[in-house]
């Protein structure tokens, strides 16, 4: 296990960048001391440690669903370290879209999926 931390909450516009376009199929995530204005368009989570750097290949559940990770931006494992930030974006690819993309690979999530307690894991 590289990663896994408990969601605690989302913000009322986390699930607003989920679309059928591919470039805005995306949830950003944040630790749950976020700052107010980034709480808003985010899903909250307890802070937790990587252990290892998330690569192509690896495997994200995310809440209820498993994704395969198809790609790392540069700065994702960082953001993802300091501030349990990243943009989970879910219309897989071999490049993120952002440096601080992690691109998945699998069923589309909906707000449904997501719900405090269940887990953000990368294994």
Do not use: W
């Not at 591919?22 to 990587?50: K, M, S, Y």
């Not at 952002?98 to 449904?112: F, H, K, Q, S, Y």
């Amino acid at each position: 296990m590289k990663y896994k931390a408990v969601i605690t909450g989302s913000g009322p516009e986390a699930f607003e960048f989920l679309s059928e376009e591919l470039d805005l199929n995306f949830v950003i995530i944040f630790n749950e001391d976020a700052p107010a204005e980034l709480a808003e368009l985010a899903v909250l989570h307890t802070a937790a440690e990587l252990t290892e750097d998330p690569v192509a290949g690896d495997t994200l559940k995310f809440g209820r669903k498993i994704y395969k990770i198809t790609a790392v931006g540069t700065e994702a494992p960082h953001t993802l370290r300091t501030l349990g930030h990243c943009t989970l974006a879910f219309g897989g690819g071999k490049e993120a879209y952002r440096p601080g993309c992690i691109m998945l690979e699998g069923d589309a999530v909906t707000p449904a999926d997501i719900q405090p307690g269940d887990t953000i894991e990368i294994y």
